[in-house]
């Protein structure tokens, strides 16, 4: 098992950046692929960003490609998004998750981090 806290989330302006960071507790955590979900008011949780375990893939939705960068640190046990360009429709909680390779669904959740881009 794999517990996940994530930290970074804040208020910030439109153009703004800021950094989330899921620190990762277990054993193996280079095993497990990790990705960053989003979940903005009265709408579903979406995906944001996914990288390998290996780090060897990287995925982005495309409403984040090109202003989102998502990268892990396995001696750190973290993975962190780099979130410049902010736009006030980044509003959201935002999730990291994670799930063992060679798998499909993310088994594992933090308890999120609060983003919040104002104009």
């Known amino acids: 098992q794999v517990q996940l806290v994530e930290s970074g989330g804040g208020l910030v302006q439109a153009g703004g950046s800021l950094r989330l960071s899921c620190a990762a507790s277990?054993?193996?955590?280079?095993?497990?692929?990790m990705g960053w979900f989003r979940r903005a008011p009265g709408k579903e949780r979406e995906f944001v960003a996914g990288?390998?375990?290996?780090?060897?893939?990287?995925s982005y939705a495309d409403s984040v490609k090109g202003r989102f960068t998502i990268s892990r640190d396995n001696a750190k046990n973290t993975v962190f998004l780099q979130m410049n360009s902010l736009r006030p429709e980044d509003t959201a909680v935002y999730y990291c998750?994670?799930?063992?390779?060679?798998?499909?669904?993310?088994?594992?959740w933090g308890q999120g981090t609060q983003v919040i881009v104002s104009l």
């Open positions: 998750a994670a799930r063992m390779k060679l798998q499909v669904r993310y088994d594992y």
């Open positions: 277990g054993r193996s955590f280079s095993t497990y692929d």
């Open positions: 990288i390998y375990w290996s780090g060897s893939i990287i």
